[in-house]
């Protein structure tokens, strides 16, 4: 890596995590882990929907993984709400093995995304500068 594209930036991220029959959340973090020289970390609130501005005033990125969509849709909407008020970009992540997302969510992401980990890095990165 050529010292000038260091990037030592934090991202704060908001990963869709619920119901999860199929272990998306698990095998995205385990992407996201796999690149250590990308620095993030996950901020949780116990509830998205009565979260407060300091929470969102320091989110970078919505990580949303449509294949949780159909057991989680008030996490969703709670967060494509959150995402709209406080102008935080949404990155929708494809299920695993699928092209399709469900079209309300594709209208509201900055940026789609499959499970190749530099791609995800990439568009969280690009995602960020877009806002």
Same mark, same amino acid.
């Given at each position: 890596?050529?010292?000038?594209?260091? &990037?030592?930036?934090?991202? &704060?991220?908001?990963?869709? &995590?619920?119901?999860?029959?199929?272990?998306?959340?698990?095998?995205?973090?385990?992407?996201?882990?796999?690149?250590?020289?990308?620095?993030?970390?996950?901020?949780?609130?116990?509830?998205?929907?009565?979260?407060?501005?300091?929470?969102?005033?320091?989110?970078?990125?919505?990580?949303?993984?449509?294949?949780?969509?159909?057991?989680?849709?008030?996490?969703?909407?709670?967060?494509?709400?959150?995402?709209?008020?406080?102008?935080?970009?949404?990155?929708?992540?494809?299920?695993?093995?699928?092209?399709?997302?469900?079209?309300?969510?594709?209208?509201?992401?900055?940026?789609?995304?499959?499970? &190749?980990?530099?791609?995800?890095?990439?568009?969280?990165?690009?995602?960020?500068?877009?806002?």
């Amino acid at each position: 890596m050529f010292e000038d594209e260091k &990037n030592d930036k934090i991202y &704060n991220l908001i990963i869709t &995590n619920g119901i999860d029959k199929s272990k998306e959340y698990m095998q995205f973090t385990e992407k996201l882990y796999s690149k250590v020289d990308f620095l993030w970390k996950e901020s949780i609130s116990g509830s998205y929907k009565s979260a407060g501005d300091e929470f969102y005033q320091k989110i970078d990125g919505i990580i949303l993984l449509s294949g949780l969509y159909n057991d989680n849709k008030e996490l969703f909407e709670d967060l494509i709400s959150a995402s709209e008020k406080y102008e935080i970009p949404i990155i929708l992540v494809r299920p695993i093995n699928v092209e399709e997302v469900p079209l309300e969510l594709e209208e509201k992401a900055a940026m789609i995304v499959g499970w &190749n980990a530099n791609c995800i890095i990439d568009s969280i990165k690009d995602a960020d500068k877009t806002m």
